[in-house]
């Protein structure tokens, strides 16, 4: 009983510090009972919230300009009500194709009110894949930009019925198309019913070597909004630029943790590294979040363009979603000061562990220490917690459940603890290092080989930008490695400079057979390597 009061009194006082509560009229604090009896609490309550405490103020600045905290209200009543019509009946699932702007926080907000799940989709999907999820999911809905007209076409020819929405469009619809701008103007003013039950979000995992799988997830309320803010210094009513693709379970819960905080989120539809610290500069924001690679394509910019910009007014710089590049996190830092926090994630788990700055300055490569409430171990084959820098599976077990995946398939969990499908290791502060998936380990001549070893070696290299190294069938071996690498065009390396570079530094069991340069590595929306679309290396 003690310990649980020391909690709340923990989760008060970080909710107080941050500025997310704050001194409001009795009228307010009237009105915010009535939404949280009328909504519940879930993903997108937070926007309806922010409209009670701060109704004029700017909640989000898109290339359209900015609309407030009461307009995203209006928009997404105008545009459910819209949908309610159009669909002729009761919407079960709206699919979401869209990139950062108005119209997808109106789509998300209007699925809430309708009491639809919310389908949010990779902007990267190809037709067959968009249509194989939105078949699974049972989506009839699909609200998408214009510039993926091409790809809705799969699920135009396999979704009886399908009602089409267009999202951003360069220029006026012709006459019979539907698009969220027109029915948010022509139900202005308009609500639909009061759903039977509460909207849900469903995100999809990152699917970089299958296909995509939805998870639902109950939110940890204010317990893991207490622990996410011990970590990382978000303070309400300020600003955030929000470039990690909104779609995605980081970018998303950026977007929702803005709008709880009550703080203005910038943004733009296509990510461009210039253009994104002009908009830091701009709007004088305190919080950046990004994905990693977002973050190597600043720092990759000429000196000279990274002069222009002081990012004085930033304070924090929030990444996640796959694994930074040491030399970009420290260049970063010395440049812009110590505001990198990186977040280990997963869509099943939520937020895991947070390195905060001083993390990274020891080990620009770690995950960090967990964040409070949330137990982490690591562990063997059998169950076992291995011992301080031994590799073994990672297990979760935090404040925000997973709720299941929407296709029925079931997530592994070991003595209560979620297994998340990652393998690291801890260092004797308690410091994560996330070292792959527990299927990436690969064994070549009977030798357990984990390509990041090799590709933080690879990468170390000054002739190397990027690296991805992977395990491929062989019949002597039964796998071996091979390294794909994008070259910084600096200086001449061959192939064989590459391996002599491993072999100096690891075990020659641990030197890839093959080395591949490509002018790019084929990335997902979130910076993640897609594997099955690298070319086959050599038998």
Request: with cysteine; glycine share 10%; charged share 25%.
């Amino acid at each position: 009983m003690l310990r649980g009061l020391r909690t709340r009194l923990w989760v008060l006082r970080m909710l107080v510090t941050s500025r997310m509560l704050v001194p409001m009229s009795p009228a307010k604090y009237v009105r915010l009972v009535r939404v949280l009896r009328r909504q519940g609490t879930h993903a997108t309550t937070s926007f309806a919230l922010a409209a009670v405490r701060d109704p004029h103020g700017t909640a989000l600045v898109d290339e359209r300009g900015p609309l407030t905290w009461q307009d995203l209200q209006d928009r997404s009543a105008a545009l459910a009500a819209g949908l309610l019509d159009v669909a002729g009946g009761p919407v079960e699932t709206v699919a979401i194709l869209c990139r950062n702007h108005r119209g997808f926080v109106d789509a998300l907000l209007a699925s809430s009110r309708l009491g639809a799940s919310a389908l949010l989709l990779n902007t990267g999907f190809s037709g067959p894949q968009l249509a194989d999820v939105m078949e699974r999911e049972g989506a009839r809905v699909i609200l998408y930009d214009e510039e993926f007209a091409a790809v809705v076409a799969d699920a135009r020819a396999r979704v009886p019925g399908l009602v089409e929405v267009l999202g951003w469009t360069e220029a006026p619809l012709a006459d019979g198309v539907l698009g969220i701008e027109g029915l948010v103007a022509r139900y202005a003013g308009q609500a639909p019913p009061r759903p039977a039950r509460p909207g849900r979000i469903v995100l999809l995992t990152s699917g970089t070597t299958g296909t995509p799988k939805g998870a639902r997830r109950s939110g940890g309320g204010a317990d893991e909004l207490a622990g996410m803010l011990e970590k990382i210094p978000w303070r309400g009513g300020e600003t955030v630029v929000v470039a990690a693709p909104m779609f995605h379970a980081w970018g998303f819960g950026q977007l929702v943790i803005a709008a709880t905080m009550t703080c203005t989120v910038v943004t733009r539809r296509r990510f461009d590294p210039e253009a994104t610290l002009g908009l830091v500069d701009e709007h004088r924001a305190s919080g950046l979040s990004v994905v990693p690679v977002m973050l190597e394509r600043i720092m990759d910019l000429p000196a000279r363009v990274l002069d222009r910009y002081r990012l004085s007014t930033l304070r924090f710089v929030s990444a996640s979603g796959s694994r930074m590049r040491p030399q970009s996190v420290i260049a970063f830092m010395d440049r812009y000061g110590d505001v990198v926090h990186n977040s280990y994630n997963a869509t099943e788990a939520g937020q895991i562990s947070v390195a905060q700055p001083a993390d990274l300055r020891h080990a620009p490569d770690t995950a960090g220490r967990p964040v409070r409430g949330t137990l982490l171990r690591v562990v063997d084959d059998a169950g076992r917690d291995v011992s301080v820098g031994e590799v073994g599976r990672i297990l979760v077990r935090g404040v925000s459940p997973f709720d299941g995946y929407t296709a029925g398939a079931e997530k592994e969990f070991l003595d209560g603890a979620m297994v998340s499908g990652d393998v690291g290791r801890l260092d004797a502060e308690g410091r994560l290092y996330v070292v792959g998936r527990d299927d990436d380990m690969i064994v070549s001549g009977g030798e357990n080989v984990y390509p990041i070893e090799v590709e933080k070696v690879l990468g170390a290299h000054p002739a190397v930008r990027e690296v991805v190294v992977i395990g491929v069938d062989d019949a002597a071996f039964g796998q071996r490695l091979a390294a794909y690498v994008v070259l910084t065009g600096a200086d001449a390396v061959s192939a064989d400079e590459l391996k002599a570079h491993v072999k100096a530094q690891l075990a020659g069991y641990k030197v890839p057979r093959e080395v591949v340069v490509l002018d790019v590595l084929p990335r997902n929306a979130t910076g993640k390597v897609m594997v099955r679309e690298l070319p086959a290396a050599a038998s």
